[in-house]
């Protein structure tokens, strides 16, 4: 199994306060990603990195903010966090750009 | 905008049954990978298909890519129960994967 932790792995939040996600490799892979996964939509891109402080957004970033410092660490920040952001968020990571590696997941509920 | 689609969304079947779930698009990918997710987990990487025409096998599992690059097809002979989860296809575009929403596949014993 690729080298991917996520933390915390649960989050239980309030409407209006900050949140990050943590996602951490031990592979040294180029890209990593952070989706989000909701019955219904299936799993949906918010922001990628393609190398250190190199980030673009995915199809549904607004709300959301990414920095990556170190190869190993892709962090994603809630500035505000609203109900809607209740999720099931991933983070994955590549070499290639296609196939990916996943985390075990972080399960957000905002209140 | 681009789309896969996968079918059937739901499937229940029992052991030692075949099946065959699909992933279609009217899009080219220049490659397409098919994952396999167990509740509470994340995705977990089954097969890449890279060349129209492929075909891979994976013990019970047969993976197909079809000859333009636009659809892709995952057959399993006599389903297990630990066969049982979701099944998502995605294609390779623009540094990104596209997703289908999955073929969520029940085995019963």
């Known amino acids: 199994d690729a080298g991917i932790t996520q933390s915390p792995r649960h989050k239980v939040t309030e409407t209006g306060t900050p949140v990050t996600l943590r996602c951490h490799q031990t592979?040294?892979?180029?890209?990593m990603y952070w989706y989000r996964q909701d019955p219904g939509h299936g799993l949906r891109l918010i922001h990628y990195?393609?190398?250190?402080?190199?980030?673009d957004k995915g199809e549904v970033s607004d709300g959301y903010s990414v920095s990556r410092s170190k190869t190993e660490d892709f962090l994603l920040t809630l500035e505000s966090a609203t109900s809607s952001q209740t999720s099931v968020y991933f983070c994955?990571?590549?070499?290639?750009?296609?196939?990916?590696?996943f985390g075990p997941g972080t399960r957000l509920t905002v209140l | 905008t681009q789309l896969l689609e996968q079918s059937p969304q739901f499937l229940s079947i029992q052991e030692g049954e075949n099946l065959t779930v699909y992933c279609n698009s009217s899009?080219?990918?220049?490659?397409l990978q098919w994952y396999r997710q167990e509740p509470g987990e994340g995705p977990v990487l089954l097969v890449t298909?890279?060349?129209g025409g492929e075909v891979k096998k994976l013990k019970r599992l047969t993976f197909q890519f079809g000859d333009a690059r636009k659809d892709s097809s995952l057959h399993i002979t006599a389903a297990q129960p630990g066969d049982t989860g979701l099944y998502l296809c995605?294609?390779?575009?623009?540094?990104?994967?596209?997703w289908g929403l999955g073929t969520s596949l029940a085995v019963n014993p």
């Open positions: 994955a990571i590549s070499e290639e750009e296609d196939t990916q590696y």
């Open positions: 592979e040294n892979h180029r890209y």
């Open positions: 990195s393609y190398g250190v402080k190199d980030t």
């Open positions: 899009s080219v990918f220049s490659s």
């Open positions: 298909v890279v060349t």
């Open positions: 995605a294609g390779a575009s623009n540094r990104k994967l596209i």
